[in-house]
């Protein structure tokens, strides 16, 4: 028996082993499980964030997406028609190109061009976008943006900055300075490409007034609505370079969408899914920004220009301002407000500079500069014939009643003092012979004795 037992125990402490391995095996949490249910809970925070613009009273409510932070702003009036943490501080990755381009644009022309350093060659990381732009290569600054834009090409985006900057730092400071006179509160960029920096951020807001004055302009439109283009060959490269439009509604595809007509798309591991897009109908435009999104970034756009253009319209301000203090009025300024909403239901507010705010129920819908009309002195009116007669006969009455007065007041006086003459002379003579009398009497006495 105890031979038995001793040759079973191995099999048996085998087995024991194998149990508490199938155990812990079957207990242990599976990384890809784990990181997936992060990840659901990211997703579902996500979209719990409010909607700020739904609190506005009697606003259209608008949907919930997918992105911690989204925006849609109307391009003529800077209006905030969506808002989902508007001002919340994200990674921007390549949006961030969106301010390069306009930076660029601004500060060179098109046959510019631009010279491939070996600083440019460390923007080549793995998983980051680029077109193996060689040291000393130089293209035109056209070819550059089309790189930059359409390819989001990081070692374009630099190599664009030290051209035009001078350094890559300078133009970094350009950028942020231009951010600033759009607006941009709480902007700070590090790069030009929107590799991940930690101090390297943006906004929604921020990059909706940075996508609205961009994408003004003609020759970046035309480049970001090309969907193919080529890079001829170089100083130093005898082939060609041909790259796609990476933003998917501006191409054929599920995503495809006629309203889009400008845009650019961005993606990191701490940035997720960034995207910026203008979208066009009936002649009005609108820039839709989400940030911080990891799925649906192209249906919730989609879902936000549904919302914008359903919902709202632009009213002109100078065929309906009333207010009579005002002029100069810019006949092509608006202001946007719900359907059903009247320009007599807005308040309105003016600072010094004569910009005046308006706003419904305190959610401002637009701007417009005025200048506050002067005062005018009162006009003197003309004088008739008649009206000057009858002001002379007046004046003639009025001295004859003076002189008048004058007279009586002077009689008057000469009349008391003479009274007062006579009486005196009376009192005199009584006087007089008074002292007669009693000096005749003195005299009679004198002859008696």
């Not at 920004?289 to 919902?311: H, P």
């Amino acid at each position: 028996m105890g031979n038995k037992i001793r040759r079973i125990a191995p099999i048996v402490g085998l087995i024991m082993i194998l149990c508490v391995q199938i155990t812990a095996f079957a207990t242990e949490e599976n990384p890809q499980d784990a990181a997936a249910e992060s990840r659901k809970k990211e997703e579902e925070a996500a979209l719990s964030i409010p909607i700020e613009t739904n609190k506005v009273e009697n606003w259209p409510q608008g949907p919930v997406i997918n992105g911690e932070s989204g925006i849609v702003m109307d391009m003529d009036t800077g209006a905030v028609l969506y808002g989902k943490a508007v001002d919340e501080k994200h990674y921007p990755a390549s949006i961030t190109k969106i301010l390069t381009a306009l930076v660029a644009l601004e500060n060179s022309e098109m046959t510019d061009m631009v010279t491939f350093s070996e600083e440019c060659q460390k923007c080549k990381k793995a998983g980051y976008a680029h077109i193996g732009m060689k040291p000393g290569e130089r293209i035109k600054m056209k070819d550059a943006l089309h790189g930059l834009m359409l390819a989001s090409a990081n070692e374009v985006a630099y190599a664009v900055g030290e051209t035009v900057g001078g350094t890559h730092e300078d133009f970094v400071q350009m950028m942020n300075d231009r951010a600033a006179e759009l607006g941009c509160e709480n902007t700070h960029f590090i790069n030009t490409n929107g590799m991940f920096e930690e101090e390297h951020y943006t906004t929604v807001r921020d990059m909706a007034l940075i996508s609205k004055a961009a994408f003004t302009y003609p020759a970046l439109l035309e480049i970001v609505q090309t969907v193919q283009y080529t890079i001829p060959p170089t100083n130093l490269e005898e082939d060609s370079r041909t790259f796609q439009q990476g933003h998917k509604m501006l191409v054929s595809g599920k995503n495809h969408d006629d309203r889009c007509i400008a845009g650019k798309t961005g993606y990191t591991e701490e940035s997720f899914n960034t995207l910026a897009t203008v979208m066009e109908q009936d002649g009005k435009q609108i820039v839709v920004v989400i940030m911080a999104s990891r799925k649906g970034t192209y249906e919730d756009t989609k879902k936000l220009g549904d919302y914008a253009f359903q919902n709202f319209k632009n009213i002109n301000i100078s065929d309906n301002e009333k207010s009579e203090e005002f002029e100069n009025i810019s006949p092509e300024d608006y202001v946007t407000v719900p359907n059903g909403v009247s320009f007599d239901e807005l308040t309105k507010e003016i600072d010094e500079n004569g910009e005046v705010s308006y706003f419904y129920n305190d959610h401002l819908v637009g701007t417009t500069k005025v200048s506050l009309k002067q005062e005018q002195p009162a006009e003197k009116k003309p004088v008739k014939e008649k009206e000057k007669e009858k002001d002379s006969t007046g004046f003639i009455i009025k001295l004859v009643i003076g002189a008048v007065i004058i007279a009586s007041v002077l009689a008057a006086v000469v009349i008391v003092l003479y009274i007062k003459q006579e009486r005196e002379h009376a009192r005199k003579l009584r006087e007089f012979k008074r002292r007669r009398r009693e000096r005749q009497e003195s005299e009679n006495e004198g002859h008696g004795e």
